[in-house]
């Protein structure tokens, strides 16, 4: 229900912008956050986005870079990925859960029901 897509081997200091698009989903009910996770690390937050499009909530390390948003008629969302360094290499997730607050979002992992199969970024010269 939901497919990730959008990622690739860029080299530092470049651009990526993530899809995600849901199918099957209410999405306009729906918080999506997007989270990673690089090898031999546990799965992190990275972003995510309110129902109402509204809220917001970024990881410390990508403040300033990443930008989440979403397109409801679409039911898409998008991070745009700016200004990528080594350390953002890691496979992608999307992920969406129902909440009653249309003006919360969550990073963490366990607060979420539906993911993606994930899309993997690497930043190398």
């Known amino acids: 229900q939901l497919v990730e897509s959008g990622g690739g081997l860029v080299q530092p200091g470049g651009s990526l912008r993530l899809s995600c698009a849901a199918s099957g989903l209410k999405l306009g009910f729906d918080v999506i956050g997007w989270f990673r996770q690089a090898p031999g690390r546990e799965r992190e937050g990275v972003s995510c986005?309110?129902?109402?499009?509204?809220?917001?909530d970024y990881q410390d390390s990508v403040k300033g870079r990443f930008t989440i948003s979403r397109d409801d008629a679409k039911k898409m969302v998008f991070l745009q990925m700016n200004s990528l360094g080594p350390e953002d290499t890691a496979v992608y997730y999307c992920?969406?859960?129902?909440?009653?607050?249309?003006?919360?979002?969550?990073?963490?992992?366990?607060?979420?029901?539906?993911w993606g199969q994930g899309t993997q970024v690497t930043v190398s010269s």
């Open positions: 986005i309110s129902s109402s499009g509204t809220r917001f």
């Open positions: 992920a969406a859960v129902e909440l009653r607050d249309p003006f919360r979002c969550s990073l963490q992992s366990g607060d979420y029901d539906y």
